[in-house]
Every structure is written in C-alpha cells, then in structure tokens.
C-alpha cells in the first residue's frame, strides 16, 4: 500500500504536465514516446530480436520537430512562405514516413548480425509507440486541448471501474487467453465509469462539448481496453509480466500507457474531424 | 533467350502506362502495390510468417483512394471546402497511418494463431511495398510528370550499366554476404549509365531540368542500388532466390521493381523540394 501511494506521487509531474498543456504537454509526450519506445524494445530483447534504438530516437525526436515546425508555420505567415512552404503539408510527413522506412531497411545491411525483426519491430515501435503518442502532442497543441483530460480520464477511468466491477461482480471471462482476470462484467463496468466521468467533466469544464464528452467516453473507454490487451499480447509473447519497474507498483511508462495510447488518437481524430466539422459548420460555442 | 524476348514484350503494357503517365500510371501503381505486397508477403511463408493480405490491401488501397480526393480537392474548391477540408492535408495521413496500424495490432488478438511477426510483417510490407510505390503514383499526379520517366531509367539503366560494367571489368567486391556478384566496378558503371541515360532524357524532352536530371541521374542510381540490395537481404534471408516467377527470366513483380520502389519516392521528394523550391523562387521556364 505504501509504494502504491508513493508511486501515486510519483504520477503527480504528469499531472501538472496536464494541466500546464500546450507545449509543456508537448514536451512530456516526447519524453514519454522516447522511453515508452525503450521499454518496448527492451521487451523484445527476450525474444532475442533486437530493434534499433537510435533510429527509433532520431525518427521520433524528427517527428515531434516537424509538428513544432508545422504550428510555428502555422501562427507564422513568413515561416510558411519560406522553407516550411516548399511543401505541402502531408508531404512533411511522407518525407518522415519514407526516411524511417528506409533507415530501417538499411538498418538490416549488416546483414550477419540481424535479422529481419530487427526492422520490422523498429518500425513497429516508432509507429505504434512514438507515433500513437505523438497524437496526443498534436491534440494538446489544437484549439481543443482541453480534450486532453479526456485522454487521462477514459483511460484511467476505464482501468479502475473495470477493476472494481471486476472484483465485486465479474463472472464472465472476457478474454481468458489474452488477460485471464478481464470479465464482461468489468468491461461493462469501464464502460459505465468512463461515461459518468468524462460528463462529469463535461459538465464542469466543457459544458459546450457536453454531448461529445459523453459519446467520447464511451468510445475511447472501449479502444482503451483494447490498447490494454495490445499490451498484454505483446507482454505475453515476449514472457515478461510488466514493461519496466520504472514506477514502482505499477510497471514501467508503457504498462501505465498502453490504454493512453490507443484513446490519445481516437479523441484526437473526434476532436478535428466531428467537432472541427461542428466549428466549420458554424456550430462552435466559446468555452 | 526467347523467354528474355518474350518477357521483353510482357514489359510493354508498363511502357504504355508510363506514356499515358497521370491517372493511368496512378492506376498502374495501385496495381503493382498490391501485386508486389502479395509477393512480399508470400515471400514470408518460408519463414513461417503470415502477414495479413487482406489488412494491407484495405490499407493501400485506401492510400489511393484517399491520394485521388486529395487531389481532386484541389482542383475543385467546393469539395474542398466540404468534407475533404474537415481535416488538413496531413490529418488524413495521420488518420491512414494510425488506422492501418491499429489494425495490423488488433490482427494479434487471436493470440493463439498468431505471432508478433504476423503483424510487424504486415505493417512492414504496407509501408515498404505500398507506401513506397504510392509516391511514384503522387509523382505521376503532380506538374512535373515526365520525371517519372528518370524514375525508370535511373533503376534500369542502373541495373543495365552495372551488369554489363560487372561483367567486363568487374573485379573488386561490392558486398559479398549480401549479393555476391555485385562488384565496385559495376556499381561505378552502374552510376555512369544512370547520369549519362539522364542526361540523354534531359536534352531531349526536358531540357529546362537539364541540370536536375543529371544530379537525379546520380542520386537516383545510388539509392536504386540500396533497392536492389534490400531485396536481396529480404530474399537471402527468407531463403529464396526470386520473389515470384510472373515474367519468365526476370522473377516476380518485386524483383524487377525493388529498385523502383527506391527511386520513386527519391525523385518524387526531389521534385517537390528542391525543382519546387526553384519553381517557388520563379526559376520556372516552361518546357
């Protein structure tokens, strides 16, 4: 009990982090893909495929540099016209897209010494660890960044309902083979917990978005669960229980993060494609 | 040697394709995509790996798909302001990405039939194979069309110039492990061909590019033969010695286009940075 309320503690930059948002958000969520993405390639070590770490560093670091880029040319007409400009948008990441294919390819040419794993899981790591929690950066760099809490919110919300209504009424394994303590009842639970919070929310700083906290928290508490059980698949695989032991009584960033990463983009997705349409609709009520 | 003639006429249709160049060539390269990732794919059996077909034919398909809005968005104003212009630009990118990873993770969850290989395979192919071959589509959709031309003649003329180098002068050893044959002699050949078969090009049909086509004869021929060679670590590794045998003598799909896959986006990003950039600057002369 003693670690875990430390280990509370220990959550509580993270917490600040949130509320500063922006661009201090910004900056946790590149530390978090870059040590997530360590955590996930040490994993692998116990299969004996070994991903390459500086290039999944230098690809990240590279992508959260664009998005920087990309928002400064935004608010900066001047930028726009110069560098930034010579492209278009989408081809800024085309570009980040083909080099970290191709720095993993290349990766492969000393050929005695790896095998084709070791490209095929780094680009796996950069895509579903750096670029999954970049989504959340840009989130927090949008008009809607407020959204941000929501990201926590499901995620956290949905783990701890699920395990409580697990505990006190779950009967019907969910998915004996994957996690074999998940229950139907608990999902339904984390479900229900994810929605009554993110409307409580809602309610108390969104009240606007009221309607779309709700929807978003039903939707984000079920990709949550499946970011959870990612996780444990991949665990499974590689024979290891937790991530890391960064975070004592909780496993290392990644086991605390698995659920963050899957609800970070569909919230991002939410906010700019339902909501952005509401705006350009016309629909949009200050907050 | 009438089977080389033969699949010589087999190579026509392409050249027909690269005439008409525009939609048809976009079309041309949907098709290889997906013929080339089937290849790549198979290619995997032999290590007992199964990507998912299905998952990457939704998600290169779905790349094309979205590739054509993009740019019939651009010529037509209202669709852009519709729903096409919900997201910008590089949001429905994101938005391909995330999905197509999510997808190639949640194919894990029949954890007992499945291996992590499975689902890093397949984001690996759709990336490699799809992705890369989608920038020759984009480069055939933009102002500077003809270049894919170089595209083709920097890799063949690479591979052509390089074996008959090899052939008479070879002596020194490029890279045994990986390609046994290949010598330093022949890639120097290799590069002379592909800079001098450019230039040609230039002078003849775009002579205002001159310049550009040479330098892209050179970088093109370098990267043509990482191409090449990354097959090879592929194939060497899986143990085969062709990806396919669709045109009798040459192999499949992926063994006559590996270096394909590496020029393309090259010469597509060359043409939006650096001509664009000049283009920007208002060096532009019509040709």
Redesign the interface.
């Known amino acids: 009990m003693k670690t875990r309320v430390l280990s509370g503690l220990i959550m509580l930059p993270l917490l600040i982090i949130v509320i500063f948002n922006g661009w201090v958000l910004y900056a946790g969520c590149l530390a978090i893909s870059l040590m997530a993405c360590y955590e996930f390639f040490r994993g692998f070590r116990e ?1 004996d495929i070994k991903p390459s770490y500086p290039i999944a560093v230098c690809s990240i670091v590279a992508l959260y540099l664009l998005g920087m880029l ?1 928002e400064l040319a935004e608010k900066d007409g001047d930028l726009a016209t110069s ?1 930034m ?11 980040w ?2 080099a970290t ?2 720095a ?3 990766y ?2 000393s ?2 010494k790896r ?3 070791d ?3 780094t ?2 790591g950069v ?2 660890v750096g ?2 929690c970049y ?1 959340i950066g ?1 989130l927090a760099l949008s008009e809607m960044n407020i959204l941000v809490w929501l990201v926590i919110i499901t995620a956290f919300g949905t783990d701890i309902c699920a395990y409580f209504a697990g505990v006190t009424m779950g009967k019907h394994k969910l ?1 004996p ?2 996690s074999p303590k998940k229950t139907w009842e608990g999902a339904i639970g984390g479900i229900l917990g994810s929605v009554i919070l993110s409307g409580i929310f809602g309610l108390i700083f969104a009240k606007p978005l009221l309607i779309h906290c709700l929807i978003i928290g039903f939707l984000a508490s079920i990709v949550s669960m ?1 970011g959870d ?2 996780a444990s ?2 665990k ?2 590689m024979g290891i229980k937790d991530y890391g032991n960064l975070i004592p009584g909780h496993g290392g960033i990644l086991d605390r993060f698995d659920s963050v990463l ?1 609800t970070g ?1 569909v919230i991002y ?1 939410y906010a ?2 339902i909501i ?2 509401a705006f ?1 609709e016309g629909y949009w009520i200050e907050f």
Do not use: H, M, N
């Not at 400009?85 to 570009?95: D, N, S």
């Open positions: 299969l990309k560098w400009g010579l492209f278009r948008a989408e081809q800024w990441t085309y570009l897209i083909f294919i191709l993993c390819l290349l492969l040419f050929i005695e095998k084709i794993d490209a095929t899981v680009i796996t895509f579903y670029f999954f989504l840009e998915c083979k994957i499946f059980l990612t698949i991949f499974r695989k899957f983009p997705f700019s494609l952005g349409a350009a």
